[in-house]
């Protein structure tokens, strides 16, 4: 009997073991509306994505028609992967989306750390079809079958950038900008990397607004390394668009290698003055062209300073192209500290609620600087802070905390607190306030 025991047990474990090995990645959180998720699996068939995958949407409220979608694809690699479970779910991001009425995505490939991250981060080898699916099957749970057409703005960090650029050289049309992390497209035939197929710039890219943004430690200032190729991929890139007066830039994180760093505080900006100037208008369905009123070039790509167009007298080639002024202002700041200044308060909390001693609310980010942490008032003395202690071990503390791929920390945080200094059996008044990155606090929540 006891040996029967024991061979059940030593099967029940090595099942359970390989069913943990293949059962997909964790669905978290859960996606109930305005969330929604679709996952498809892997393919056998020629051409067809060869990793499970899941796509997350978030829908913003109020939202009749959409205009676009807004998509923060991750990078290479099992943890860069998982950390694309919580992409639809970065409050900063989200207060992007809902300026311009788009949805926010957040794809997660379920790649094995080993195997060949190409299989999905070029969009020829099945993920370009499976994402244009996912747009069409989220549509219809959505009730948003618009979201099928609509246009793309892509953010993508490594693999994600080399994905993120190549769905803009394959589909100019459908992206109206593009924002590429530590990782380009290949355009040139690469010895070292010989398996890589390469991209090629078609003249209607030349009018996507790109902006390339690697790390100082990915070949500029740091040239070893694992990252050291990185810096120059850039540079072909670059000058392969820039060349054609392709509306490309580059902005050097000074601070990092291949990690995110603060690169949002300039990426969201950026992407809000492409959407206001693309974005087709009610009953309008392509793209807007860029005006070149107004813009401004970075005197070469590892220049500190940038000028209106007209007073340029540079190499146009070796420019970095800026949408206009306000962005020119801000990529000066980035690339000599990333400290990108801003001076508005963020919207006060809403939706207090307090029972007995536990309070929960909601706030949206602050479009410029997001959330560091919200103050707790109890009876108009600060009794506490949430979180504790704001955390982010890749650049400004944030409320949500960040992975390696600018994801919000998995499990999410909630908006909680349970004040057990609360004296029992006495009415207390709260409030709550929410705190900037740059420490700016909002109005209190009424």
Known sequence: ????????????????????????????????????????????KTGELVFPVNYTVWIPDGVETLRGVIVHQHGCGEGSCKSGLTGAFDLHWQALAKKYDCALMGPSYEQPQAADCQMWC?????????????????????????????????????????WAGGMTLLYPDRVAAAWLRSGVPLVEENPDRPTIKTHQVVDAAL????????????????????????????QTFLKAVR?????????????????????????????????????????????KAM????????????????VPAEQFTGDKANSVWLPNEHIAKKWMSYVTDTVVP??????????????GNELTWSAEA????????????????????????????FGRPIFQGLQYSDTPSNPLVKMYFKDDAAEAGKQHKYRVISENTVGLKSSPSQ
């Open 122 to 162: 070029d969009p020829r080898n099945g993920s370009g079809d499976a994402f244009q699916k996912a747009l069409v099957d989220l549509g219809k749970k959505s009730g948003h079958s618009e979201l099928a057409t609509v246009p793309w703005a892509l953010w993508g960090h490594s693999g994600g950038g080399h």
């Open 1 to 44: 009997m006891r040996n029967a025991f024991i061979i059940a047990l030593f099967l029940f474990l090595v099942v359970g073991l390989l069913s943990a090995q293949n059962a997909p990645y964790d669905v978290f959180p859960e996606a109930d509306p305005p969330y929604y998720r679709v996952r498809y699996d892997a393919s056998k």
């Open 207 to 234: 009018q996507v607004p790109i902006m390339c943004n690697p790390g100082t430690k990915e070949g500029v200032t740091v040239k070893d390394g694992r990252f050291s190729g990185v810096w120059p991929a850039n």
């Open 243 to 287: 060349s054609r007066g392709g509306l490309i830039g580059v902005a050097i994180d000074p601070l990092t290698a291949h990690e995110c760093g603060n690169q949002r505080y300039l990426a969201i900006p950026w992407l809000d003055a492409c959407l206001s100037a693309r974005l087709p208008g009610k009953g309008e369905a392509e793209l």
């Open 342 to 355: 801003d001076t508005t308060p963020p919207p006060a909390p809403s939706n207090l609620e307090v029972e």
């Open 291 to 306: 005006s070149s009123k107004g813009s401004w070039y970075g005197e070469a790509f590892l220049s500190k300073k940038a």
């Open 366 to 393: 602050d479009f410029e600087s997001g959330i560091a942490r919200f103050i707790i008032e109890r009876d108009g003395k600060v009794v506490a802070t949430v979180p504790d202690k704001s955390k982010n071990n």
